[in-house]
């Protein structure tokens, strides 16, 4: 009998990097990627992480965006499947927010996680 | 024992005001805000019961009635409903209209349960200053958590020494904030206010009132224009931000 996945609590999304979606804990689950746009051709917006990384976005918001976005949806097989943007201004800080979702998604899960899904 | 505007008869017990160091603010998540019930309708938050909390999260989604306004946010770490009295409200329809779905705000207010689930009543719900507010707010709730866990359980006001002595990441001093943002404070008394707002709103959750910050400065030699300029310079450039009133400040980094 394979164990079933708990479901996801409103409100809840881990804020994940290039990195963290291709660790694949996460594939599934709705998520929040925050980058800067490299690349929207209408299929696919291509961001930019804190550290260097890119992440897929599917069927992206075609709208005229900020320089950095925040795109909330379901990561499946390492890429993102849009549900909502949120605009970032253009001038984020990535650096100090990819550091911010290491300490989030790592020693203070306690502060961050919905319970069953803190490792 | 949740004290509801209605209940002018009911209130057996009415709290007395809280003495003024135990009316702190502590930033929190979401998350935290959650797991705060306890299974006596307290809300407490790393053993303490705030006075104010603050909050930066996404609204999900705004209601509009005659006496209040209702908003749903989220910020990952789940979503928790926030209550703002209309008549709380400087602006009123103003910041109905300009408060919209997935937009980032900063909410400071009382945190409450009822049968069991933690809400906001806010005193201030607005727009963040910049969307770096939200990666600051979620390092600040760590930052305090480790302070937390540092002090034990004793009073607020003997955390002042030990902020001091820990070392949380890289410290910044006045004079390498002045190297960053030489051109907008190059006078002395610039310097002057941000390093009195800096080293007297470290031990303060809520941070320093105006009034203060004027007394001192004046006694200094530093003219009321002066300080006035620098207060709204350093709030311009992200240096202090205002917390439980527009009078009152913190030092941001």
């Known amino acids: ?119 | 024992m949740i004290t509801s505007p209605a209940a002018n008869s009911g209130a057996k017990e009415k709290k007395a005001r809280k003495p003024t160091e135990e009316q702190f603010m502590i930033p929190i998540t979401v998350r935290q805000a959650m797991k705060s019930v306890t299974s006596d309708g307290q809300c407490l938050v790393d053993g303490r019961d705030p006075h104010h909390v603050k909050l930066v999260a996404c609204i999900k989604d705004i209601d509009q009635t005659a006496t209040a306004i209702s908003y749903n946010v989220e910020d990952g770490t789940g979503l928790i409903n926030v209550k703002e009295w209309t008549n709380n409200v400087n602006s009123g329809d103003a910041a109905a209209t300009t408060l919209a779905p997935q937009m980032y705000v900063r909410i400071i207010g009382k945190l409450q349960s009822f049968q069991g689930v933690a809400s906001i009543t806010a005193y201030q719900v607005k727009l963040v200053s910049s969307p770096n507010e939200l990666t600051h707010h979620m390092l600040e709730c760590i930052y305090v958590r480790e302070m937390a866990a540092k002090r034990g359980t004793g009073p607020i006001g003997a955390s002042a020494a030990l902020m001091n002595n820990v070392g949380f990441g890289p410290q910044t001093t006045g004079m390498a904030l002045d190297a960053n943002n030489g051109a907008s404070g190059g006078a002395p008394h610039f310097q002057k206010v941000s390093d009195y707002i800096q080293q007297n709103s470290e031990g303060n959750e809520i941070g320093i009132g105006r009034q203060q910050i004027l007394q001192a400065m004046t006694s200094m030699g530093v003219s009321e224009k002066a300080v006035t300029m620098a207060i709204e310079q350093l709030a311009g450039d992200g240096m202090i931000y205002s917390t439980t009133d527009e009078d009152t400040f913190k030092y941001a980094l």
């Open chain 1, 1 to 119: 009998m394979t164990p079933t996945t708990p479901e996801q609590e409103g409100g809840f999304y881990p804020r994940l990097n290039a990195a963290g979606i291709e660790e694949g804990r996460f594939d599934g689950m709705i998520v929040s990627v925050v980058g800067k746009q490299i690349s929207n051709d209408g299929q696919v917006l291509v961001l930019e992480d804190g550290a260097g990384g890119q992440m897929k976005v599917t069927s992206p918001d075609t709208a005229q965006n900020t320089q950095y976005v925040e795109i909330v949806g379901a990561c499946q097989e390492g890429s993102i499947q849009h549900f909502v943007t949120r605009q970032l201004g253009d001038e984020f800080d990535m650096d100090t927010y990819n550091q911010m979702i290491n300490l989030q998604n790592g020693k203070y899960q306690e502060l961050f996680y919905q319970p069953d899904f803190q490792k």
